[in-house]
């Protein structure tokens, strides 16, 4: 990566902590013995802010968040192959609102559960291979778009169980797909990036009339005439490392290597030529023992705060939106060792939960928060 | 930053030394270190509150979306509440449960009763897992998910239907590949880096505007001493030399934009009339460069832009119809000029050696083809062969253009004979699109010709319409010389003025050009309505001989007028028409210049230019016989095929050479490129069809080339109907009319690559492992099923592709040629899926087809409908993976398997 210029220097967040907010452990769960991937509160639904799922191993587990740091399991899903082992899930919901919880793992067959009727409602077969991440539109919650090894990018309707968009071809990943994000507001815009060490920015705008039609689709899915998207709308070569997280933080974008830190930064995409632009790099949050890959951050409802694990089991919470970027707490627990693959901040941020190799979940509570 | 690079200012300030100059110089080092450090930190300092005000700006931005996200998720619970859904309800029971049992627990003093929770009619309820650590979850029951059959794993990958060179960006070679070891968790493994250093992104870094305003800022405050160009340099952490540049550069970009300032306001005048300052060949500059000669089209993916431009030395033979000979094209045509002054003249004819001689139009008839493809593309000869039919056709529509065409002035309005066609935008319409593709400028140039046209038109005042055009020549004829010449005059008033309002007007071309488009979706009825019109007419009298006095007087001035482009214009027209101005006036010139005109500059220019085309026509006449008489003499041992046959000979082991065109203007000598290189010469090559290194196809008939018997099929190249004598193919079902058959009444067997006479190959479940391709129908032996297509990319960038394929332990590689590989990984088509095995059912064959090689997949025996497809990769014995091994070999070579550089499929 080429040194940065005078003068475009990122602002670097301190370590120092600001004691802003103080955590402590409420509870663990000992889910089994195989690694969790993911955890992930439902934000797309109000009435189950307090409801969170994990996955690992060939199992979906649904919980909920109680006062007093209690948590109560809701529902359990077992997939029959024992050789699945879900990487990812998101919460998702059909047009009526009957809430989805939508997975995907190392078989590439992406799992649309209705958590309302504690059913399968539909099995996405069509990735080439495992799937790294799956991600929900929060503008229109039935659409969702995978990350897959198979270097491509898929939209897709849950609703209809139609694959729309395939995000791959000539411009695309040249390696594993790793992290994949919808733009919070800009309803046509992705963004991914993955083991070919870029972050991509693709653009649905051309194509909405097929998003479009998704929804309306009588037929059989397989008839769908499914389009590719073989070019991103910008190339952004950012790390020089494996990256595999990347959230929107409104226009800006929030991305991770294996460098021991999350790094914000502007996409300034030229109109004339698509493709190329340049980046304006904005600013760092330090991670220590942060270098080996897939450990994904998540953010607060409103994006104030970001949570990442380490490769030692600890918690860094970042003030996003402030700067300089002020550290809110450094978690650890004497117990806590194992790699964090994953967090999930709840609605306000007064609750973390990490999810371990180790099989556990650890829930932490901001203390005073009621 | 400021902190880390002071430091290492002052270290080399500590040089030890005794000498005062020194240390004075070294006093004043330090004030420029401290000058400049304060600068960066001025720098520093404006970047955080330039960070700052973005995120500010930023959060607020984001606040109203998750505010609207946040509004749109209790919308979400309101109608669930509201919704009669049963099926809503589990999950929000489930919390209700969880809510009440843990009020109970409350109640029950914190005494945990997991295990009673009330039973419902759904199997499973919530479980409350307390404070206290170590509780196991597994007391909810799990809802199984149906296992569903997973796919066998592929990268995804794009369709193509032909081969595709591989662009720049997609090279891996020099680009840094981690991998991580499947099985052992998070070990990264960086590629082999021994072989290549990336280097290439810190070369040439750009001046930031920080740097520049360091830079200058630190100049102006202590000059530019070689001290401070160190220190800025050090500062920079560049070369001394670079910062200097910059400066220099900086300087003269601040005395420009003065100047500029200054003379600003001048500039903006000249601009509108830009594009009739280039000349031709800056405008067909996207055409030289981005046509494709070999596929007709523009941006070719296999070719690549900016080819070799190939004059073929074979010209064709220029445009001529017998129709044009004898009908005026319009109301400014220099026939009409020429009739009224015809009285006067008659016996005294002007520029005798002028004379064009009109070509027979029985040989001439192969010959027509529209000036697009002819300007477009050498070969253009073979298409009027396969298609007559349609050259005869543009005849038509070329003597309806005619006929539309005309250019009428104001006074003509007295005059009833008038076409109802709105001819002008139309004819332009089309010429525009024509010209849409070649490049942007000239489309820009014929934009604007046709609004100078527009206004021409509307000019004009509505004439009554009648339906027939050609009484109107009779009477035209009859004109008296002086309306000829207020005809000529009032013209030029009415061309001028609208052209400037037009211009001020600046009409978007975007909209015009749909509107172009629009009249050329209309155009053919209208075509169709007036050929037979055109067809009865039949009017004889050619006297272009005749120079009119009228026109002769603006000779002088003439010449002056003409800008570069049409100057260009002319030039081209004279290649493609001859001496033919009605043609080149209609097609080239339309509204610049009338026919008259082009006439007149035609003979102005007679004197100086030497015009080439009746010597080129004449010897492009006697190579062509000179041809015929090589044909007749043709034999299987005739001299073309020496190389070719060596080849065959030769061949087996070798990789088939790349074809390259060569660009020689004679017969091949030695140094023609594909002599060189081993090659034949193509249909695409420069040098005459007389080359004695050409490949000049075969004769077969009743053999229908499927056998060696035949030169091609034995040279494993596919027939070419531009090139052999009787190949040819049916088409249709014949209900259009059967075309003219060369030879016996035996199809050629031998053009299924170039025809895609593919059978339909389906993609499924491999009964052997992951995907593979399967037949649909039932096909017998030999026959063509399909091409593998495929990234055509070089063999440095394949062994590098070759080891990453390696790591897992599949590889689409597939040796092509001298120079390039196929690698079907990302784009390729189904055959791609087809599988190895020692005892296949289809063979693969790297054939020529028209100048390029692919690869054609065909039966090695006859296969049944819905047979699963396998052919021998034909890996180079060491370099197989241990699955393509023959049973005997893989025992012993087992332990090489790793070392093995790449594997590549042969045909």
Redesign the interface.
Known sequence: M??T???????VGSLAPSKKREYKV???????KRPLYAVAFN??????Y??FATVGGN?V??Y?C????????????????KDESFYTLSWA?NI????FLVAGGI???I?V????????YK?F?????SINEIRTQ??KPSLVVSA?K???VRLWNVHTGICIL?F???G?H??EVLSVDFH??DIYRIASCG?D?TVKIWSMKEFWTYVEKSFTWTDLPSKFPTK?V?FPVFIASVH???VDCNRW????ILSKS?DNEIVLW?PKTKEQTPGEGAIDI??KYPVPECD??FIKFSCD???NAAAIGNREGKIFVWEL????PVLIARLSHVQCKSPIRQTAMSFDGSTILCCCEDGTIWRWDAVGAS | ?SSKDTPCASASRLDPSKDSQIVEASQSRKDIVSIIDSL?KQ??A???VF??K???E??E???G??NH??A???E??C??IN?T?K??????K??GD??G??NGLDLNNGEKDTNGAQEDN?A?S??????S?????N?????????????P????W?FLDRNQRM?ED?S?VGR???Y?DQNGG?A?ICSDSEEEIVEE??DK?E?????D??LRKAIQEVGSSDDVLDLLAQ???RRPCEVKARYELLTKEEKDALFIKKGNIEDNTQMDDSFFDKDLDAALDSFDNLFCRRCLVFDCRLHGCSQDLVFPADKQLPWNHPDEEKVPCGMHCYRLAQKSESIATMSSPVHDGLEEKPVPSSCSAGNQISPRKKGANPSAGRKTKSNQSESASSNARNASESSESEIRPRQDSASIHHSSSPPKAKLVGKCGVRKRNSKRVAERVVVCMRKRQKKMVTSDSDSVVSGCIWPRDMKLRSNSRKENEEAISSQRKVKTPPIRKSRRKESPIQESKKSALAEVHDEPSDEMAKGPLVATSDETSRKEEFVDDNVCKHEATGDKSWKAIEKGLFAKGLEIFGRNSCLISRNLLNGMRTCAEVFQYMNCTENKLSYRGSELRTRSRFVRRRGRVRRLKYTWKSAGYHSIRKRITERKDQPCRQYNPCGCQSACGKQCACLLNGTCCEKYCGCPKSCKNRFRGCHCAKSQCRSRQCPCFAADRECDPDVCRNCWVGCGDGTLGVPSQRGDNYECRNMKLLLKQQQRVLLGRSDVSGWGAFLKNSVGKHEYLGEYTGELISHREADKRGKIYDRENSSFLFNLNDQFVLDAY??GDKLKFANHSPDPNCYAKVIMVAGDHRVGIFAKERINAGEELFYDYRYEPDRAPAWAKKPEATGSKKEEVSSSGRAKKLA
């Open positions: 080429a040194k210029a005078i003068g475009c220097e990122p602002t409420t509870n663990r769960i000992q889910e089994g934000f797309i639904d109000a009435r189950y307090n409801v199992r587990t649904v909920q109680l006062e007093g740091g209690v948590i109560a399991a809701l529902q359990s899903y077992v997939d029959e192959d919901c009526d609102g009957t809430p078989n590439g067959i799992r559960i209705d958590a309302g009727s504690e059913k399968i099995s077969v069509g990735h080439g291979d929060a503008l897959s198979d270097e491509s395939i791959a071809g000539a695309g040249r390696n919070p507001s083991m060490n590719y073989q020089s490392n494996y933080l409104g226009d800006f294996v502007e904005l600013q080996i890959w409802f409103h994006y939106q402030s700067s300089p | 930053m960066k720098v520093a404006e970047r955080c960070i700052k973005r995120m500010e930023n959060k931005k984001l606040m979306i998750t996200v946040y749109l998720s209790k979400r619970r109608n669930g919704g859904n099926n809503l309800g589990l999950l929000v489930r919390q969880t809510l049992m843990l759904h499973s919530a479980v409350l897992i307390g404070t650590f170590g509780v196991k979850n007391i909810v029951r799990p809802i199984k998910l149906p296992e569903v059959k997973k796919l794993p592929y990268t995804t794009i662009t997609q891996v840094r590949r981690i991580y998070e990264l992104e810190e870094r001046f930031g505007n920080c740097e305003y360091i500062c920079f952490s990302r784009k």
